[in-house]
Each structure stands twice: as structure tokens, then as C-alpha cells.
């Protein structure tokens, strides 16, 4: 079936430097992406969302780029802070009535001080 | 703020037992969703549902059943804990996504552990 993944398993940053978190999708018809993230004990928190219809939307600190020529997700995240430190995953809906969340395997970011 | 809340936060059980892991939201969701997350594989759906009494299988419903009797609330039932069926279980509620709005909000996850 359709499945979402994500490039790296880990990234490992420093505090201050910018983080870059890859996705590819392969559904071409997916037509809303979101990013979670997810700090140890807890559920996913929805960080940022982008619709197929544009190409980049900011949140604070946050950016996510959708390239869907070569279907592909990322997230950018500005001068990295420890807090930041979690599982971050990628999702999609299908363009499709009844459709569910699809998910990535997850990036785990590390930030070090 | 939308608030999911799942029932237990660790269970602890045995082989065969019947399990039920409840869920409830608060912001009149319409839609109810069951996630199972294992290390290296993300998370796989299990169930959703889209309206009252109404059911749907994800990609992982064998073992599992669900029940949504009330709008807030949604159940997930195992009949016959088997000890593959160990693993961090997430319940999520989207408002409608007929409206657009399908991002899902999650509860904290319920840790079983099946022994």
C-alpha cells in the first residue's frame, strides 16, 4: 500500500543550528501533510500543517516545504533548542473520502548544548 | 485546548484476557481513530470511526475490535490479549474532515504490556 518515510532515523544537532527533517510520500493524490512531534511519554503533537495546494508555510521557527514534483516533505526548524529534542513524524491524507492519517516511521532529533 | 484521554496510562495483563482501552474527547470530534506504535515500525492504524455506531478498519485490525456508542467515546477491545499485541496504543480525535479539518489530536498513549 501507500506509505510515508522519512530519510534519516536520527539527527543529531547542536543548539543554535538549524535542523532539517526530510519526508518523502509516495501518494501522488495526498493532498494535506502534517508533522508531529513527539516527546518521550507523550502522544504526537501537531507542529505545522501544508496543504498540496502551496508550496511552503511558516509557523514560528518552523517552516515546512512540500516539493511535489519529487514528492517530498520537510521541516525546517530555526536555531534549535534542546526542547526541541523528540521524535518528529510526517503524515499524509490521500485525497480520498474516509481516508485516514497515513504516518512516517519517525526522525529522532537530538539536540545537544 | 482539544483534550484526549485515554483511561490507563500502563496496563499490565495476561494472555487471553479481554482488554479494553478507553478513550474520550471533549470537543465534540466526529471522528476517532485507534493507533498501535512499535519501535521501528511508527504507527499503524487499527480502527477508526467516523460517526456514532459507525466503524471503519485500518491497516491493522486483526485481534481488535472497536466500539463507539457515544460520540466522545471510543473503545478498543481485544478479546484474547496475545503477548505480539504488547505495545504503546494511541487514541486520536480530528473535528471533520469534510470540513477540512483532519489533524488529528492524540491522547498520552496507553503502554500495554501482555504477558
Known amino acids: 500500500g501507500e506509505s510515508v518515510g522519512l530519510h534519516l532515523p536520527t539527527l543529531s544537532v547542536q543548539e543554535g543550528d538549524n535542523s532539517i527533517i526530510n519526508c518523502a510520500y509516495s501518494n501522488s493524490a495526498s493532498d494535506y501533510f502534517i508533522w508531529y512531534k513527539q516527546e518521550s511519554g507523550k502522544g504526537p503533537q501537531f507542529i505545522i500543517d501544508i496543504r498540496s495546494n502551496m508550496d511552503k508555510r511558516q509557523g514560528q521557527r518552523v517552516t515546512v516545504l512540500l516539493n511535489k514534483t519529487v514528492k517530498h516533505l520537510s521541516l525546517q526548524i530555526a536555531a534549535t533548542q534542546p526542547g526541541d529534542s523528540a521524535v518528529y513524524f510526517c503524515?499524509?491524507?490521500?485525497?480520498?473520502?474516509?481516508?485516514?492519517?497515513?504516518f512516517g516511521k519517525g526522525t529522532t532529533l537530538s539536540v545537544s548544548s | 485546548d482539544v483534550k484526549v484521554t485515554q483511561s490507563s496510562r500502563y496496563l499490565v495483563k495476561r494472555t487471553g484476557e479481554k482488554v479494553f482501552l478507553e478513550c474520550v474527547q471533549d470537543?465534540?470530534?466526529?471522528?476517532m481513530f485507534w493507533y498501535r506504535q512499535d519501535p521501528g515500525l511508527g504507527l499503524r492504524l487499527i480502527y477508526f470511526s467516523y460517526d456514532v455506531k459507525m466503524k471503519e478498519k485500518g491497516d491493522i485490525p486483526e485481534g481488535y475490535s472497536v466500539s463507539r456508542e457515544k460520540k466522545e467515546r471510543f473503545s478498543l477491545i481485544l478479546e484474547s490479549a496475545s503477548t505480539n499485541q504488547t505495545s504503546m496504543y494511541l487514541c486520536?480525535?480530528?473535528?471533520?474532515?469534510?470540513?477540512?479539518?483532519?489533524?488529528?489530536?492524540f491522547g498520552s498513549g496507553t503502554q500495554l504490556s501482555v504477558l
Open positions: 470537543m465534540d470530534h466526529e471522528n
Open positions: 486520536a480525535s480530528s473535528l471533520d474532515r469534510r470540513q477540512g479539518e483532519e489533524k488529528l489530536f
Open positions: 503524515a499524509e491524507i490521500p485525497n480520498q473520502a474516509g481516508t485516514a492519517l497515513i
